[in-house]
């Protein structure tokens, strides 16, 4: 690098002193050269990439993620709270520093405001429930139940029914929490720092924020933990919440930051291995989003070597690989054949059936071992001892076998390996960058070199008289080259701009189709049972006295729609990005072809017109690339936001789906209708920017600058000579 920044300066050096910027210009910006300052800083950015490895922790609420995590960073300690809901389960992002502290993000009004809208909608399901199922309990009440008790009960079942939709009742959930605290958000800033001494100061405080029972808890959206813990060098732990946040913008984050993890750990309970809740995690993990990595952690595993089928005759070894083995045939019957679902390396990354097993808690005990605490530990180690008394016989034994059974080492193995790909991948970046900046270099060196060489060759050969010569014949053929040349640049720049609307229009077309098909393939249906209540006398007091009750209950089953809303997000957030990129590539791919062909066209358009002999072709073609380079042409960015509607993930149902494609649909339209706006843009400035380039007067004047500088030259030519072999020496001396 620092070899490249001193060819930079030394060239930089050589062209300003010898007063060749104006003149170099064209070549200067098709090599892509920059100052050296510039050229140092992108180095320097390079180097000093944020070369934390980032790693994501997936999973379901339960899945034993705060065990797994205090296990591999804190060894065992319960530094984590515990999730219980959904709600409590906040994004964590543990970072190092040399401090115990925590930054807690609060989430914002807008956020709170949404909570409320939901939660009202919520209202008015569980009122509509509760009061069918009041009615139909008083009306079967043989018991004789009191009304307070039926309202209990209605109440019960109403908000049992609302459970039934996840995302819905977790926003009931959270904002019963923030009606029934005593905060006022007003009083709350967007950010709050704890600094703490040790982890069980930082524990502590942290069950106010994320607690089950935590004060602050219904308005933290993120912690991130700065701690002084040698795992964590170089280390970015992003611990996300459950799956479906049904808080938009908290959901919006943890996708940001998984995006940029290098590896991501999936972890599911061994008891509920990979189950449904796991493959809708899985569905948004992309290799193209610069993920290398990616594990699946059967969590939880202690509870496995406790049945009677996996114990055996108490051989902890043994009952280890006979309790892999369902895992592994659970990993198989889920992934196998379904190539077409996930990106290919994490496709083959999930079918390597090489089942990853934890157990926190194992660490714990381990680590904390004859003065455990926990209740929980207390009841593994007791089931364990009992089960593999061999293993468990004296302390010793018993660490070793804890250790055996938390996998950490294995683990870490993975995240060592995964390091290292980082640091490979990082220095290979830096070296490509290198080596373009390298070739750049030389071949910016080799054009001037070219030029100087081209300077001396013309001064040779020419003498002063010759050269006021041609400045008289271009006099007489100033008007027509400047009309050919405009006729020229404005024909070829036409028939780029027509064919690059048609490529543009082509390939946007096709992302546009390849959403429509994935909208339409996660459609789907799905048939509930519901019940009615039947008034079978129809108001007659005789019918029921005769035949018993009056009311009946009845099952029914109801067809209703379903939409996969996270593939179909995440497909036009990609299709955004990806039209921002093809408008991009497309068009920078083009101009550079068409900056190409223009000098040839211009070149010979002029030949054609005012003969081989009244214009030097290398004068033109250095006339025509300063020229050009300094053509400004039109620059767009697309923000890959979606709007609210349409931040949803998981099953939707019934109205949901309606609305989900009601939305869907018109931001399709909107953004047919502002890419093709944005289309007819590009071309429209490219076109103005072609009839405004007055190319004819620019390339004569710049011609005619060259032949005034060569006359100059020619009047001192000796002087002239040297002075350019000097820069040829100076250039040929640089080596690189």
Known sequence: MENLIKINETIESIVQENDLVGELQGIEKEHGIGPSAELKKTFEEASQEDRNLKIGILGRVNAGKSSFLNALIFKGKNVLPKAATPMTAALTILEYSDKFEANIEYYTKDDIELMRQRHDICQKEIQKSYE???????????????????????????????????????YYEQYEQIKNSNIDINTLSENENIVCSNYEELSDKLKEYVGPSGEYTPFTKLITLKLNEEMLKDVKIIDTPGINDPIISREKRTNDFIAKCDAVFLVSPSGQFLNDSDLELLKNINTNNGIKEFHIVASQFDSLLNYPDIKGNGVLQEAIQRAKEPLLRQQKNVFEGKADNYDQKIYEQLTAFDVLYSSGVSIEIANNFGNLKDENAKHVLKLLTENYPDYFADEKVAISSLNTLSNMDEILLVLNNVRKEKDRILQNRIEDLISSKKSALNKYKIDIINLISKKIEILNKTDLAQIKEQIEKIKTIKSKVITDANLAFEDSGAEFSSSLKAKLNAQIKAIFNEVSDISEQQRGSETVTKTKTIDKGSGFLWYRDIFGGRYETKEYQVTRETLNAGSIRTAVEDSIREISNILSSVYDDNVRTWRKNILKELLSSLQNS?????????????????????????????????????????????????????????????????VNSDINAICQTLNKAIANANIGQKLINSYEEKIEQLAKDAQDKESSLARYRSILDQLNQIEG
Request: with cysteine.
């Open 610 to 674: 005012v003969g081989d002999d009244m214009l030097d072709p290398d004068l033109i073609k250095q006339s025509v690339r300063n020229i050009i380079a300094n053509i400004s042409l039109p620059e767009f960015n697309y923000d890959a936001t979606l709007p609210t509607a349409l931040q949803k993930s998981g099953k939707l149902v019934g109205s949901e789906c309606d609305e989900f494609r009601s939305a869907l649909s018109n931001f399709d339209s909107e953004l047919k209708s502002r």
């Open 132 to 170: 069918a199922q009041l009615d139909k309990l008083k009306q079967n009440n043989k018991t004789g139940k009191s009304d307070s008790e039926l309202q209990a009960l209605a109440d019960k079942f109403a908000k049992d029914q609302l459970k039934k939709d996840s995302s819905l009742y977790a």
